[in-house]
């Protein structure tokens, strides 16, 4: 598992509107900053810095069609974050099952 995957996911996501971003572009595919911005309330300058951030994260990609740029979610980046926070989960279910267990034989 590389921890730095995982660190740039977090920070990416640590911020509200690259959240609302990532599901935006996972429920539509592919959109143009421009796109996005429409339906948040942040510029379009400014979208384009947190789609920089979730790209640099490995979140999403980005395609030039013409002179649009086109972004779309990458998910594989997610599916390692999500497989080091479920070992993470059942190393602390462990733990407290023999906390619990301990306790039950006292």
Avoid: C, F, N
């Avoid at 421009?34 to 309330?41: V, Y």
């Avoid at 997610?78 to 989960?89: F, G, K, N, P």
Wanted: proline residues 3%.
């Amino acid at each position: 598992m590389d921890h730095d995957v995982v660190d740039g996911v977090l920070a990416a996501l640590a911020e509200p509107t690259r959240r609302r971003l990532l599901d935006l572009l996972a429920a539509h595919g592919q959109a143009t900053a421009t796109t996005l911005a429409g339906g948040l309330p942040v510029s379009r300058q400014a979208i384009v810095k947190h789609l920089t951030v979730l790209d640099a994260a490995g979140l999403v990609s980005s395609v030039k069609i013409g002179r649009e740029v086109r972004y779309g979610v990458r998910p594989e980046a997610l599916d390692e974050t999500a497989r080091w926070m479920a070992a993470l989960a059942a190393d602390w279910d462990r733990r407290l099952a023999k906390i619990k267990r301990i306790a039950e034989e006292s």
